[in-house]
């Protein structure tokens, strides 16, 4: 069946480090992607997303391109802020359902 | 109301013991889910309610699992006789539509129940 994988965290860098969390997919047809974050005591946000291939979603500095030779919707900051610290969740949408992926806690030392 | 409100947020049951567990969502999202999230795991798609329609129970994980909704409005998850590996944090979301039909809505997710079984 359908499903994404994200590498493991956690994921520790410094302050203005560049960022890149890996995803991939696996599915039938060409599924919508997205990232959503969840911030340390809230529920999941919606970070971008992207809804065919070569489209790149982007929002609050983070991007992500859909790359259907690889099937990789890889997310990327050029310059992270301790505020970026957070669970990010690599998914796909299929028959009306998301998918997600098991996250990565990226942690950002000041 | 503004967002998607779930209670309660934490809730400690004797194993054996049934809870309900409940979710408001957005006023006017016809599209509601429920996932499970273990700890160090993914969300777990459990069931999704789609205005009026049958619901999609495809991924409630026994007959213990139940749900709930009426029209567009609350929905209650309810699990019976608790086991020990239900404990996780039910997360309900709401969309205007479902994903499959507009995916550029994406989901607005509540803050969860904390479901801790003893």
């Known amino acids: 069946g359908d499903s994404v994988t994200q590498m493991e965290g956690p994921v520790t860098l410094s302050e203005e480090a560049f960022l890149t969390i890996n995803c991939t997919y696996t599915?039938?047809?060409?599924?919508?992607l997205f990232w959503y974050v969840q911030y340390p005591g809230e529920g999941l946000q919606l970070l971008l997303k992207?809804?065919?291939?070569?489209d790149k979603g982007s929002n609050k500095g983070f991007e992500a391109t859909y790359r259907k030779e690889t099937t990789s919707f890889h997310l990327e900051k050029g310059s992270v802020q301790v505020s970026d610290s957070a669970v990010y969740f690599c998914?796909?949408?299929?028959?009306?359902?998301?998918?997600f992926g098991k996250g990565t806690r990226l942690h950002i030392l000041p | 109301g503004a967002g998607v409100s779930q209670s309660p947020s934490n809730k400690v049951t004797e194993k054996g013991k049934d809870v309900e567990l409940r979710c408001d969502p957005i006023?006017?999202?016809?599209?509601l889910y429920w996932y499970r999230q273990r700890l160090g795991q993914g969300l777990e798609f459990l069931i999704y309610?789609?205005?009026?329609?049958?619901?999609?129970k495809s991924g409630l994980p026994s007959d213990r699992f139940s749900a709930e909704r009426t029209g567009e409005s609350v929905s209650t998850l309810t699990i019976q006789r608790t086991q020990q590996e239900d404990s996780a944090v039910y997360l309900c979301?709401?969309?205007?539509?479902?994903?499959?039909?507009?995916?550029?809505?994406?989901?607005?997710f509540g803050s969860g129940t904390r479901l801790t079984v003893v």
């Open positions: 979301a709401s969309s205007p539509q479902t994903a499959g039909v507009s995916p550029n809505y994406g989901y607005t």
């Open positions: 599915a039938t047809g060409y599924p919508s």
């Open positions: 992207a809804t065919k291939a070569d």
């Open positions: 998914a796909l949408n299929r028959d009306d359902k998301i998918i």
């Open positions: 006023s006017g999202h016809t599209a």
């Open positions: 309610f789609q205005g009026n329609s049958a619901p999609d």
